[in-house]
Structure formats: C-alpha cells, structure tokens
C-alpha cells in the first residue's frame, strides 16, 4: 500500500491542488452577473473527454520504458483536448432550434465577442509559454544512441553524463499538437460568434449570456489541456536538472557539476505540479457546473402576438 502511495504521490498532490482550485473557479462562477452558470450535456461530455486525456496520460507511464520512452505521451491531453472541443462545437456551439428571429442586432461581433478579457489572457499566455518551453528545452537538449533529442549532457573532463530530457523528440509532438488544437479553438470561437444576435433586449440578454458560456468552456478546456501539459514538462526539465556528477580535483577534493539550470530544479518541480493541478481543475471545471436557469421573461410585444393566436 505504502508502495503504491508513493508511485501516485505525484497525482494525489495534483489532484489536492485540482479540487481547491475547481471549487475556487465555481464560487467565482457563481458571483458573474454576465456569464449564465448552467452547463449544457455537450459541455459535460467535453469535460469528460478532455479529463479522460489527463488520466491516459498518467496511465501512460506504465507502458512507456524509461530506456525507451514513448515520446507522444506529452501531446495525450491537448489531443483529447482537441477531439473534446470539436465533440462540443459539433453539438452545441450553435443556436438551438427555435423561432425565427424578426430583429437582429448588428453590432460587429468578432472571436473576441463572447468572453472574459482573463479567459482569453490566460488563453494566450499558456500557448506562449508552452511554445517557449518546447522551444528553449530543445536547443538545450542532445541526442541519444538512437539519434532522438531525449538527453541532457554535462561534461565530466574527457565523458559525459546525462539523462533523460524533454527535448525535441518530446516537445515537437506536443508543439504539433498545440497549433492544432488552437486552430481548433478559434473554428470553435468563430462558430460561437457567428449567428445573429436578437435585438429584443431580454432575449440579446439571454443569448449573450449562453455564448459567453460556451467561449468560457472552450477556453476553459482548451487553457486546462495546456496548462497540465506545461506542468508536466517543467516537472520533466526539473527533474533533469537535477542531473549532477564528481570529479576528483588536483588537491583530493572532489569537483561536482551539473546542468546549467540546476538552480531551477525546484522551482521548476513546484510549478509543474501547480500547473498540473490548476490544468485538472480547469478541464474539471464545465463538468463540475451546476445547472441554472437563464431569464425567461418574454417582452411585450411577444407576449401581445401569443395572444392574438399567433
């Protein structure tokens, strides 16, 4: 049991951070005045698919040898990310069956219409990081016997030490998988905003409020996706970077080295394993939403038209 305990420590940690921040994101969820609380079935079952990536990507470990690592591993969440946005865009990101809308506003709306300026923030910031981390882990990174940039190495007099590395071979997966999944996201943005919105000021309430939604889960599956895999490779770099090695010096006393970035280790490990936490939370988030109710006052001149038999 304790040997078990020991081999998940990392996702129970994980799963700690995950379930405070969930509860912190639907008490903020809560308080909006402008984004309707209530989750459609879609957005649950996005949810489900995304997080199902999160835990294939923990279950991954157990087939990928350390001697031979499967180096697709890192991209699992962003690519169930991937098929859990285009599951949503396909049955809900599109306006319900209904009447027929005789007044429209006509306000230009862009991918931007429909959402909070933190969501899209927060959106942008992950992408850019993750980028930056994939790219800057790969200059660092060397090659292993097979040729595939997997090793970090620090030289020892006349050898070499090294260990195993988030380098090319790990990130351009995951890079890969990063520019498609965005694209997606805005398919999925520009699907969100593109139908007319009413003019009638209760039902353009209404509606705003259920676009609004749907671009928050979107985003919040999309930056959820992102921000586990962001952690997941600064857990990898900081664990690396604790690579270190001796040597004897001309005195007798022995030199020790290591990585140029060994002073990150730590920092790099703590960070991962809130970035991994705050990534479940954000995935778990549309699945966690309790249904509500959008306003369902009809104007006057509706109510007027219902009563004259129409």
Request: aromatic share 8%; proline share 5%.
């Amino acid at each position: 049991m304790a040997f078990v305990l020991f081999v998940w420590m990392e996702e129970i940690g994980v799963t700690a951070i995950a379930l405070v921040t969930v509860g912190l994101l639907l008490h903020s969820a809560r308080k909006s005045v402008t984004t309707a609380p209530s989750q459609s079935w879609a957005g649950r079952l996005a949810a489900a698919i995304a997080s199902a990536g999160v835990v294939l990507y923990w279950l991954s470990r157990w087939w990928s040898d350390y001697a031979d690592p499967r180096v697709e591993r890192f991209a699992i969440p962003m690519a169930a990310a991937i098929v859990a946005v285009v599951a949503y865009i396909a049955f809900s990101a599109r306006r319900p069956a209904g009447r027929q809308l005789r007044e429209v506003d006509l306000t230009p709306r862009s991918l931007w219409s429909f959402g909070s300026s933190s969501w899209f923030t927060l959106w942008a910031v992950l992408t850019g990081l993750l980028a930056m981390t994939v790219v800057l882990a790969g200059l660092a990174s060397s090659t292993d016997d097979s040729g595939r940039h997997i090793m970090i190495l620090i030289q020892i007099g006349g050898s070499q030490a090294g260990t195993i590395f988030f380098g090319w071979s790990f990130g351009l997966p995951v890079l890969v998988t990063l520019v498609a999944l965005n694209g997606v996201v805005m398919i999925a943005l520009w699907r969100i905003a593109r139908p007319a919105v009413p003019a009638d000021p209760v039902l353009r309430d209404n509606d705003r409020a259920a676009r609004r939604n749907q671009s928050r889960t979107v985003l919040s599956i999309t930056s959820g996706a992102m921000a586990f895999t962001l952690g997941a490779s600064w857990l990898f770099i900081g664990r690396s970077a604790q690579l270190a090695a001796s040597l004897p010096g001309p005195d007798g006393i022995r030199i020790e080295l290591g990585t140029s970035f060994a002073a990150l280790a730590m920092p790099l490990t703590a960070l991962g394993l809130l970035l991994e936490g705050a990534g479940v939370a954000l995935v778990l988030f549309p699945l966690c939403q309790r249904a509500g109710r959008l306003s369902t006052k009809q104007p006057a001149h509706e109510s007027a038209e219902a009563r004259a038999g129409r």
